[in-house]
């Protein structure tokens, strides 16, 4: 008789544990590249500054979090050279704003008892492109140059790449590109226009070995119409 109350007693305990571990929500934060949607080497997260978990080559890790009304805080560390986050495309600012639960960071995340609750980063790769432009004919800078980036139907026009919110790559006084004229790591046809000049094309292959590189275009000479 004593061994089946004990028996009884064992198993409610172990119900209840289980009960109280299902009611624990779980954090999961994902960061992909947003290329190519692979994991990204080296990042390791953190939950309200304290716990740290390191990705370690994968695309998530998780935390087993304690219910409260508080929201709780993540936060990316060690993020590689040659790395952003992604822009809102129709909002500025937005990276920025933690309460953004698509691209904030550091970014509030809810979570209720028994919840399995997501914070998804996109993390986007880039090569710096540098370079100037001049008049064929005289030498002197070229302002107001328009660069375009195509590849297919990819288009992107702006900084931050693909914002609908973003200033035009333009070339400034002295007919240098912006500083943070920066596009993905792939093949790309650049476009250089302004009016009253024939336009230039030229085509760049970029590698992710060159992620957080400058790629110099060097001197690109529009001929005057």
């Not at 080296?42 to 009304?69: I, W």
């Not at 030498?139 to 990819?154: M, N, T, W, Y």
Request: with cysteine; aromatic share 8%; charged share 20%.
């Amino acid at each position: 008789m004593q061994k089946k109350i004990l028996l009884i007693f064992l198993v409610l305990l172990l119900l209840s544990h289980s009960v109280a571990i299902a009611k624990q929500p779980l954090l999961i934060v994902v960061a992909v590249d947003r290329q190519n949607g692979k994991a990204v080497n080296g990042l390791r997260a953190s939950l309200d500054g304290g716990a740290r978990k390191d990705f370690n080559s994968e695309n998530s890790v998780s935390f087993t979090v304690k219910p409260r009304q508080k929201p709780f805080l993540i936060r990316l560390h060690k993020i590689p050279r040659g790395y952003m986050f992604q822009e809102d495309p129709s909002k500025s600012g937005q990276v920025r704003n933690p309460n953004n639960s698509l691209y904030g960071h550091p970014r509030k995340v809810r979570a209720k008892a028994g919840q399995v609750v997501s914070a998804n980063f996109a993390l986007m790769p880039y090569v710096t492109i540098i370079g100037s432009v001049q008049d064929a004919k005289t030498g002197e800078a070229l302002s107001g140059v328009k660069a375009i980036f195509k590849r297919g139907d990819i288009i992107t026009d702006t900084i931050p790449i693909f914002t609908e919110w973003g200033t035009e790559i333009i070339t400034d006084s002295s007919g240098a590109l912006p500083e943070q004229c920066r596009v993905w790591p792939r093949t790309w046809n650049l476009v250089l226009t302004k009016p009253g000049y024939r336009e230039a094309r030229i085509r760049i292959k970029l590698t992710y070995n060159k992620l957080g590189t400058r790629y110099d275009i060097g001197i690109v000479r529009l001929t005057p119409q």
